[in-house]
């Protein structure tokens, strides 16, 4: 794939849409962890009891855990589609490539932001950040 550069208006029209797939990205980050809490809490009692039904619970649980982060990947992977490069998960944060003055460089948006405020050079990081 080609890569893709953003003006800062085609950026921005992505942030709402970002914004979804971070909510529902944590939403299913949120199922996994309760999952494998579940997981450990069975996985301990097995060791206690000698599994049977146990067993058959946390392949469940296992199972289910699985299809979560299938989701979350395929959600990630939408993101990427699109040419945005996925920086954090936990922090929804991402950079888009760009042009300015002739030079590739990163607009970047993090999750809490309304809108893209902030542009960074591409060998530095979230730390970099200049206001636009």
């Known amino acids: 794939m080609d890569k893709v550069f953003f003006t800062l208006e085609e950026a ?3 942030v709402n849409w970002l914004k979804e797939q971070f909510e529902a990205i944590q939403s ?9 809490q579940k997981i450990q809490t069975l996985e301990s009692g097995v060791s ?3 599994g049977g039904s146990i ?7 296992s199972s289910e855990k699985n299809s979560f ?3 979350a990947e395929e959600k990630i992977d939408s ?16 950079d888009f490539p760009s042009i300015l003055d002739s ?10 932001e309304d809108k ?11 730390s970099g950040r200049q206001a636009l």
């Open 69 to 71: 982060i299938e989701l």
């Open 79 to 94: 993101i990427q589609r699109k040419g945005i490069l996925v920086k954090s998960i936990e922090h929804a944060l991402v």
């Open 103 to 112: 030079r590739e460089i990163y607009l970047c948006w993090h999750g809490g």
């Open 28 to 36: 299913l980050r949120n199922k996994i962890d309760g999952l494998d």
């Open 12 to 14: 921005q029209g992505c």
């Open 48 to 50: 206690l009891n000698g």
């Open 116 to 126: 893209i405020l902030y542009w960074h050079e591409i060998d530095v990081g979230f």
């Open 55 to 61: 067993s058959g619970q946390i392949s469940s649980y």
